[in-house]
């Protein structure tokens, strides 16, 4: 990773600076003169000038002026509780406003193309069926296109990302109507509040390693199931 310099005006002629050197110092800085940079915890760096010239740098400027903020985030699913949607769970799931027209349209897609088969449609692995996390992926994406606090008119996905030792990533990519930080920091926490809150009602989780809280659990009940199989050995 190289050292890198953001910069850009503002509008009373003050500059300012997002910079990483000697990969060390990551942060929104008031520049005030060539040598010194002004921290977010009010400290003081200098900064060789000769740096502005020789580093690369990235402007801010046009993220301000398009009138919104990027959001990418992940969020890793447990790999283990990816599976096909039962019965009852897609009549379930048409009760819910924001995936009534995506059911409807993909029950139609998966029933021709399934008919279309023919006998051959029979066997469980010949035919297409729904899965929990496509059906969570599509609640998503209809959960930011109709959020107040996502720009409309910007990229606006969730995309399945390749699949790691973490578990399977979906990336969600989007947009915020506003650019100001604190706003912007809200809202994100917003949305990935709720999509954690409701991954259960898809049958899903995240992946989360494994905490010293669970490991005592886990040998406590083994402990506690070789106690109850000696007792009945005896």
Known sequence: MLPTLSIFMEKDGQMRLSVSVCFLIFSIVHFRALSRVYMFDKTIVSIPTWRLMSESFKNWRGMQASGGRRIKRSLFIDASAVRFLR????????????????????????????????????????RRRMTNLGTFRAYALAYLKSHPDIQPNMTCMVRQMQTTAQGVPLEIYCF????????????????????????????????????GTDLRSGLFAMTQNTTTAQALER
């Open 87 to 126: 019965d009852d769970e897609e009549v379930r799931m048409t009760q819910v406003h924001l995936l009534t027209d995506y059911i409807s349209r993909k029950q139609a897609e998966l029933k021709a193309w399934n008919e279309a088969q023919g006998q051959s449609a029979q066997l469980s692995a010949n």
């Open 176 to 211: 915020t109507r506003t650019t100001a930080w604190s706003d912007y920091e809200r809202i994100q926490g917003d949305i990935f509040d709720y999509l954690l809150a409701v991954l259960p009602e898809f049958g899903l989780s995240l992946y989360q390693q494994p905490s």
